[in-house]
């Protein structure tokens, strides 16, 4: 079943349904509208002025119409609505000129002017409005699609699609679910708001159940995976943990144990390691590649930008000596990169940094034993498959600085195995946040001043409007100049975006890490683990934009030695919210708070990964359905396992999820 098989989608259109995500039927189906419109006749004793109104009426003059610039138009008509008569115009609409006739009916939806009885409209239709309310279903779309054609080619797609229901049937009746094929046709062309909101409910729940079969099954795959058994002595660990220039927290030690066990156990490894920014999450990671190397096996460590590869290949030099590490990234010299590529594959080097990089097809390891993932929101499930599919079995371990409530931990990550890290090493000091209004933007460059002169250095990080990067460029540029004029004279000002090249934001950093630049302003490009001791403030622009969690990563940029550092936060506006931020720097607490607050904010980290890009549950407002679901895969999933043999559970599953 193809789109094509749908009438009046050219190739054109067809285009612009492939932009939009739609690729097949099923696609299209299952586009869902973001809101619907209800038209209503509006009360004609009741209008207020300035307001969207809709009433119709009988034409009563001719329309008229005036051509201005380039091919644009105005036109305009009186209509008698009930004896109250009214002066309409709409814009670009010359077209409808030849249909709008007096003595007929037409409706019109537009912006209503006390003053002269005028409405501005923005939609006019060549009728009476029916007694009953119509439901307008509105979709995201894009220019050259109206929602209209996109609802017109879904329910014809409905007509012709054969949909599977893949929430089982013992399910379906304990909850009652209304057929899949009902639903979908309810939630493109509502028939009443209770089966509307009862199509949204099993449509989300399926999506969720979906969701959370995959992770659980995964689970049982993972748990009789078998991987590598090594022999290792922890007195060697003991004795290196010795040689660290200092001593490691209870829950880092806690967090290698249960590493060093995961690897000397035949096992396969697939642990996540969550802690807090700063928590001292690298150390640990470090220590499982020496566990890895002393077992004879090649070890990975992946970070998900340039900058934090070579921080980490640069630390990793300092504590590991006598062992041979190479760094490999998208900037690698390609001389360089062939000789690294040769040495890799001939086991000379133990251990590699770098970045996306290293699951380059030609790259071909020697013996690899662990894979260890930095930030791993970052990566899509995807990245992770190239390992396997290029043969080896290593342990796996993923680092994650976004520490999120333990029930959600356990649905999200339900397939991995988790250790957290859960107090930042002693001796920091917890850095001061300052909530701001911009009214108080003097005695925030005071407090700039202060550090300055301290020869401390400085972040300070733009607005962000996600909607349009020009925006965001506008925004950094212009408190770019704004720097400049206050501190010009005291430190150089560096600026670090998106739209730079890769080589000019590595020119940047090593600037600022080498101390060259005093103020870096930037968007949140730098948020990842990017680690200059020196820098002890941090100054966020309209905070209130960014979710909780999201601020408290940008906040982990300073307080990363003994210095006292400060984060200030500068909003007019959800000061109620932002004040957590200056109450706890315990990530743990506002990431619970984050998801408290429901709405504003978002599971920062784990949207990115992509493996959640649900079409309409949302893993926080629909926590509740989600644990359902998540049980309800389990008793699925012992079903199943009670009646058949693997192999068959494996293709259901994989029906279901087209996992790969
Ligand atoms: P993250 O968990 O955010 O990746 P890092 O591993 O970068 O944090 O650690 C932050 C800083 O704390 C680093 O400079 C690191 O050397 C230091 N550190 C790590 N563990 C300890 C410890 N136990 N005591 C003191 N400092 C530590
Ligand atoms: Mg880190």
């Known amino acids: 079943m193809n789109l094509d098989d749908i009438k009046k989608i050219s190739s054109k259109t067809m285009k612009l349904l492939n932009n939009l995500g739609i690729n097949n039927i099923y696609d299209l189906v299952t586009y869902y509208p973001y809101r619907y419109e209800i038209l209503k006749r509006s009360k004609l004793n009741e209008l207020i002025d300035g307001q969207n109104i809709i009433i119709d009426g009988i034409v009563e003059s001719m329309p008229n119409l005036f051509y201005y610039g380039k091919k644009k138009n105005i036109m305009s008509f009186r209509i008698n609505s009930n004896g109250f008569i009214f002066s309409v115009s709409i814009y670009n609409r010359g077209y409808l000129k030849s249909k709008i006739s007096i003595g007929n009916y037409v409706t019109v939806i537009g912006k209503y002017n006390l003053k002269n009885s005028k409405i501005v409209a923005n939609d006019i239709k060549l009728s009476?409005?029916?007694?009953?309310?119509?439901?307008?279903?509105?979709?995201?779309?894009?220019?050259?699609?109206?929602?209209?054609?996109?609802?017109?080619?879904?329910?014809?797609?409905?007509?012709?699609?054969?949909?599977?229901?893949?929430?089982?049937?013992?399910?379906?009746?304990?909850?009652?679910?209304?057929?899949?094929?009902?639903?979908?046709?309810?939630?493109?062309?509502?028939?009443?708001?209770?089966?509307?909101?009862?199509?949204?409910?099993?449509?989300?729940?399926?999506e969720l159940f979906i969701f959370m079969l995959k992770i659980n099954n995964l689970k049982n795959k993972r748990n009789s995976e078998l991987g590598i058994e090594r022999n290792v002595d922890y007195l060697l660990i003991d004795k290196f943990i010795k040689t660290l220039p200092f001593t490691l927290t209870?829950?880092?030690?806690?967090?290698?144990?249960?590493?060093?066990?995961?690897?000397?156990?035949?096992?396969?490894?697939?642990?996540?390691?969550?802690?807090?920014?700063?928590?001292?999450?690298?150390?640990?990671?470090?220590?499982?590649?020496?566990i890895n190397y002393l077992s004879n096996y090649q070890g990975v460590l992946m970070a998900p930008t340039e900058v934090l590869a070579s921080q980490h290949y640069s630390n990793i030099n300092k504590y590991l000596k006598n062992i041979n590490i190479a760094l490999l990234t998208g900037t690698t010299k390609r001389s360089e990169r062939k000789k690294i590529l040769e040495e890799?594959?001939?086991?000379?080097?133990?251990?590699?940094?770098?970045?996306?990089?290293?699951?380059?097809?030609?790259?071909?390891?020697?013996?690899?034993?662990?894979?260890?993932?930095?930030?791993?929101?970052?990566?899509?499930?995807?990245?992770?498959?190239?390992?396997?599919?290029?043969?080896?079995?290593?342990?796996?371990?993923?680092?994650?600085?976004?520490?999120?409530?333990?029930?959600?931990?356990?649905?999200?990550?339900?397939?991995?195995?988790?250790?957290?890290?859960?107090?930042?090493p002693n001796g920091k000091k917890d850095i001061i946040t300052i909530l701001k209004g911009n009214n108080d933007i003097k005695e925030v460059?005071?407090?700039?001043?202060?550090?300055?002169?301290?020869?401390?250095?400085?972040y300070v990080i733009a607005p962000l409007v996600e909607e349009s990067e020009k925006i965001d460029l506008e925004n950094v540029n212009s408190i770019y100049e704004k720097m400049n004029k206050a501190f010009s004279k005291i430190c150089k000002i560096g600026i670090m975006h998106g739209k730079l090249s890769k080589e000019e934001k590595e020119q940047v950093m090593t600037d600022f890490v080498e101390g060259k630049i005093g103020i870096l302003v930037s968007t949140t490009v730098i948020e990842v683990g990017v680690d200059v001791k020196n820098a002890t403030m941090i100054v966020i622009f309209d905070s209130y934009r960014f979710g909780l969690s999201q601020l408290h990563q940008l906040r982990g940029r300073v307080g990363r030695n003994n210095m006292q550092s400060y984060c200030i936060l500068i909003s007019d506006c959800e000061k109620?919210?932002?004040?957590?931020?200056?109450?706890?720097?315990?990530?743990?607490?506002?990431?619970?708070?984050?998801?408290?607050?429901?709405?504003?904010?978002?599971?920062?980290?784990?949207?990115?990964?992509?493996?959640?890009?649900?079409?309409?549950?949302?893993?926080?407002?629909?926590?509740?359905?989600?644990?359902?679901?998540?049980?309800?895969?389990?008793?699925?999933?012992?079903?199943?396992?009670?009646?058949?043999?693997?192999?068959?559970?494996n293709e259901i599953i994989e029906n279901i999820s087209n996992l790969d």
Do not use: W
């Open 128 to 206: 009476k409005l029916p007694d009953k309310p119509i439901v307008e279903v509105i979709y995201h779309t894009t220019n050259g699609i109206t929602s209209k054609q996109l609802n017109k080619f879904i329910l014809e797609g409905l007509d012709k699609i054969k949909i599977n229901n893949y929430v089982p049937l013992f399910l379906v009746n304990k909850y009652d679910f209304m057929d899949k094929m009902e639903a979908l046709k309810e939630i493109h062309k509502p028939t009443s708001s209770l089966k509307l909101k009862e199509s949204i409910r099993f449509l989300k729940y399926e």
């Open 344 to 424: 890799i594959k001939s086991g000379k080097v133990d251990i590699i940094i770098g970045t996306h990089a290293l699951f380059s097809e030609d790259v071909v390891y020697n013996n690899l034993g662990l894979v260890i993932t930095d930030e791993q929101h970052r990566f899509g499930v995807q990245q992770r498959h190239l390992l396997r599919n290029k043969g080896h079995v290593p342990d796996v371990l993923y680092l994650s600085a976004t520490p999120i409530p333990r029930t959600y931990a356990l649905t999200i990550y339900g397939d991995m195995d988790i250790s957290n890290i859960k107090t930042v």
């Open 576 to 649: 109620e919210r932002l004040q957590i931020m200056t109450k706890t720097n315990d990530g743990f607490k506002i990431s619970e708070e984050d998801f408290r607050l429901r709405g504003s904010g978002d599971l920062f980290g784990v949207k990115q990964s992509g493996d959640m890009n649900f079409k309409l549950a949302n893993i926080k407002t629909d926590f509740n359905l989600l644990v359902k679901a998540k049980n309800d895969s389990l008793e699925y999933l012992n079903k199943l396992e009670y009646h058949s043999n693997n192999e068959d559970i």
């Open 250 to 290: 209870t829950d880092q030690v806690k967090c290698i144990n249960d590493i060093y066990n995961d690897l000397i156990c035949k096992k396969r490894m697939n642990r996540l390691l969550q802690g807090d920014v700063g928590s001292g999450k690298t150390i640990v990671s470090f220590i499982a590649l020496y």
């Open 445 to 458: 460059l005071n407090m700039m001043y202060q550090e300055l002169i301290c020869k401390h250095q400085i």
